[in-house]
């Protein structure tokens, strides 16, 4: 089974509104990334939260982690129909250092 | 323009053929990683390279080999072996050991009729 699973499978919201998603994970971990996809692209990092920090904002997104429960939120405040895509957690874990374990991700779609 | 790309976009092959899909990076960056993406799923690792001229296997290393001879490429040969290759295969670099940060290829849909 995948290291992360994020929650929930897919959002549907519409512009201005606020999306969350959120990601849990197995074994500790030394960070927690989110990615994002738009269909039939590659990935593009987001953000990067250490395991030592449990908080960290980049424009619109906020990131929380909370490592005694094994959990991770995304926020995306104010959605644009450009945030349509999907958005995985990746996690590196201690004991397999640079390698990253993605999330089956969340399908966020933004209606205008 | 830095960055990392994978062709082709789309490849079409017949069952019991190797193809090989090919991914450059000019971000001088060490390592490099090959993903499998299945609809619906995330990504799988399947084999990656830390340095020119070492590759590690990933989760899913069966029917696929890579090479490393330069530090800028990291092709990858999907083999008649792989039971499965129909799929979105995505490539990505890193700076090296201490980077945890991916950048991703644009990807290529592979199709095995």
């Known amino acids: ?112 | 323009d830095g960055g990392i790309t994978q062709s082709p976009k789309y490849l079409f092959r017949k069952e019991g053929q190797n193809v090989t899909l090919s991914c450059e990076q000019n971000l001088n960056h060490d390592a490099m990683y090959w993903y499998r993406q299945d609809p619906g799923q995330g990504l799988r690792l399947i084999y990656y390279s830390q340095i020119v001229n070492d590759f590690q296997k990933g989760d899913i290393a069966e029917g696929y080999s890579v090479s490393r001879e330069k530090k800028e490429s990291f092709p990858l040969t999907v083999t008649s072996a792989q039971k499965n290759p129909t799929a979105f295969y995505l490539c990505a670099s890193s700076i090296g050991v201490n980077s945890h940060t991916q950048y991703f290829g644009p990807g290529t849909r592979l199709t095995v009729l």
């Open chain 1, 1 to 112: 089974s995948q290291q992360g699973e994020e929650d929930p499978q897919a959002l549907s919201i519409q512009e201005g509104e606020n999306a969350t998603m959120n990601c849990s994970y197995k074994t500790s971990i030394n960070n927690l990334q989110w990615y994002r996809q738009n269909s039939g692209r590659g990935l593009v990092h987001l953000i990067l939260i250490r395991s030592n920090e449990r908080e960290k904002h980049s424009g619109r997104l906020r990131v929380t982690l909370d490592t005694s429960k094994k959990s991770s939120s995304l926020l995306i405040t104010a959605s644009r129909a450009a945030d349509t895509a999907s958005y995985f957690c990746a996690t590196d874990t201690t004991d397999s250092w640079g390698k990253l374990q993605f999330g089956a991700g969340t399908q966020v779609v933004v209606t205008p």
